[in-house]
């Protein structure tokens, strides 16, 4: 009965139980080899004599709040073909770890759903023994994602606060995979991924990045000729950033009437018109706040016209707009806008390339970054970098919520 419980219940097989015991709210499991089944554990030869035994202790999993253990006299040989002496191999355990393969599996779906903390708690361990068990896992399986099949990328940045600062990202947009994380957010931090992906001889056919000056060009350096998409949130976001620093530079050439008008305006600048609260009296703060300032009005009305670009049916239409958009901002008069309009001008084809590959954009990567924020915030940060670049390439598989 008891050796079918090893191998149904543990997945131990190939040696014989001798007897249980029961003490302290533990159940121990006695076994023993099956000696007709010894083998040397490099030759496999069955020419053995026998060298005495190491007795081991190994955990496996609960039964009910249980802890159970599993103690067996592990057998020490001399291999008459090979002339070594070593202990036989296990089946069921690593040699140098304290639990069994079925443990090492349970805490693997528990850190799923679990941090660390509340998985060593609930198996009675160390959070050292579940961060070891963890990693060991997610090394074997993401540390080194392949590259060959990559046809569209993403590439991005993630700031993680004061002392991990900045990590770059790249993304596999069809699957959704991170394939790379690096250190920092220049140009370098992207040398060791360029590196492997010339070794995958992977064709790239577009990337969508931010316009940021390091990214591009490093993209070009090292992929010429493969086009360039600018993802429209960053775009949008760039000259909501243009926004505020017009607003702050009104606010402080206007007299003191006029501030008061200007202050509290700069998330109603942000908003889309379509939704304004009427109710609380927002849109009539703003109209207030741009009747007063003309060219706070200009570079307000232009926030919608410039989000239509990426609203059109094919490219031609959103390249009229775009020209369109640049002769107005142009002649706006208004420095922070004809500032933006050589910007777009320069741009323009990466812009543009949004209707080449698909209307293609770098929103899945946005959403990794807030699963990559709140990974830290439930583990409040982590202390080993590299443990933490792998939960970072495992998070496709994981859904992770603030509790």
């Not at 004061?162 to 370098?188: E, H, N, P, Q």
């Not at 889309?272 to 706040?289: F, H, I, P, Y």
């Not at 709140?374 to 970072?392: E, N, S």
Request: glycine share 4%.
């Amino acid at each position: 009965m008891s050796t079918s419980l090893l191998y149904h219940g543990f997945g131990i097989r190939g040696y014989f139980h001798v007897h249980s015991t029961f003490q302290n709210s533990q159940i121990l499991f006695k076994i023993k080899h099956d000696y007709w089944k010894l083998r040397c554990p490099d030759c496999k030869s069955r020419d053995l004599i026998k060298r005495g035994t190491v007795k081991r202790r190994f955990k496996t999993l609960p039964i009910g709040e249980k802890e159970v253990f599993i103690e067996l006299p592990v057998q020490r040989i001399e291999c008459l073909s090979c002339q070594k002496v070593k202990q036989v191999k296990l089946d069921f355990a690593h040699e140098k770890c304290h639990y069994t393969h079925s443990f090492e599996r349970y805490a693997i779906d528990l850190c799923r759903l679990l941090p660390i903390s509340d998985v060593a708690k609930l198996l009675k361990v160390s959070w050292g023994t579940v961060k070891d068990i963890e990693k060991k896992y997610l090394k074997k399986h993401f540390d080194k994602p392949k590259l060959k099949e990559l046809k569209r990328i993403a590439i991005d940045e993630v700031y993680l606060g004061k002392k991990t600062k900045y990590l770059t990202l790249v993304m596999d947009l069809v699957t959704g995979v991170v394939i790379y994380v690096g250190d920092g957010k220049s140009a370098d931090a992207l040398k060791p991924f360029w590196k492997k992906l010339k070794c995958a001889k992977a064709k790239i056919e577009a990337v969508a990045m931010d316009m940021g000056r390091a990214y591009i060009r490093a993209v070009k350096k090292n992929l010429p000729g493969v086009p360039i998409v600018f993802d429209h949130f960053h775009v949008i976001k760039l000259y909501n950033d243009k926004l505020t620093v017009l607003r702050r530079d009104l606010q402080r050439e206007a007299e003191e009437a006029n501030k008061a008008v200007l202050k509290g305006t700069r998330w109603l600048l942000l908003k889309s018109s379509r939704k304004l609260n009427t109710v609380n009296g927002e849109c009539d703060q703003l109209k207030n706040a741009l009747k007063l300032n003309e060219p706070l009005a200009i570079a307000y009305y232009l926030k919608d016209d410039l989000g239509q670009i990426w609203k059109q049916n094919d490219k031609p239409e959103a390249d009229f707009l775009l020209w369109e958009w640049i002769k107005k901002a142009a002649i706006s008069g208004v420095k922070i806008l004809m500032s933006f309009a050589k910007t777009l001008l320069k741009h323009s084809d990466e812009i543009l390339a949004y209707y080449d590959f698909d209307k293609m954009s770098s929103g899945p990567m946005e959403g990794t970054n807030n699963k990559i924020k709140t990974l830290q915030k439930r583990a409040y940060g982590y202390r080993d970098i590299d443990f933490f670049k792998l939960k970072v390439k495992s998070l496709h598989r994981t859904k992770y919520a603030l509790i």
